[in-house]
């Protein structure tokens, strides 16, 4: 049977798919998917969280910080002590940055510092990094003492 007519058709819909997906209403979708509260199932909340980690992901890398920083939030919310909650704090200080919200982005990079977030997770940035960053937000745009140490 010659199913050579049908290639065409599913190009086209993978193509629309896929525009769909990173349009608006695919991000809701995704967003509305994976954020729920978590159950007594691990392995699902493990997948919603990590769901939500690569989503934010994806918005960050295509400049939409604003729900990129949601889907953060969100993640961070749901997911306390899942095992991308640290590193989400860490791209939503980033996010926050992007967003002019400077005194967040402080915040939570000190917390990220009192608690050594770099041994938990080696995707943070070690405290020396994160110090320096945090005292040139402070002196770039005139915080003062932000988030002591």
Do not use: C
Request: avoid cysteine; aromatic fraction near 10%; proline fraction near 3%.
């Amino acid at each position: 049977m010659d199913l050579s007519w049908a290639k065409f058709p599913i190009i086209i819909l993978v193509i629309f798919g896929i525009g769909w997906l990173v349009s608006s209403g695919g991000v809701n979708y995704m967003h509305n998917k994976f954020a729920v509260e978590a159950g007594e199932d691990e392995k699902q909340n493990e997948l919603n969280e990590a769901g939500l980690t690569r989503l934010a992901s994806f918005l960050l890398k295509t400049l939409r910080y604003e729900k990129g920083a949601k889907i953060l939030e969100d993640s961070i919310r749901l997911y306390p002590s899942g095992k991308n909650a640290l590193y989400n704090q860490y791209r939503l200080a980033k996010a926050y940055e992007k967003q002019t919200k400077y005194p967040e982005a402080i915040l939570l990079l000190v917390s990220l510092v009192n608690i050594d977030g770099h041994s938990y997770d080696d995707r943070i940035a070690p405290n020396d990094a994160i110090k320096l960053r945090v005292d040139k937000l402070r002196e770039t745009h005139e915080l003062g003492q932000v988030g002591q140490w």
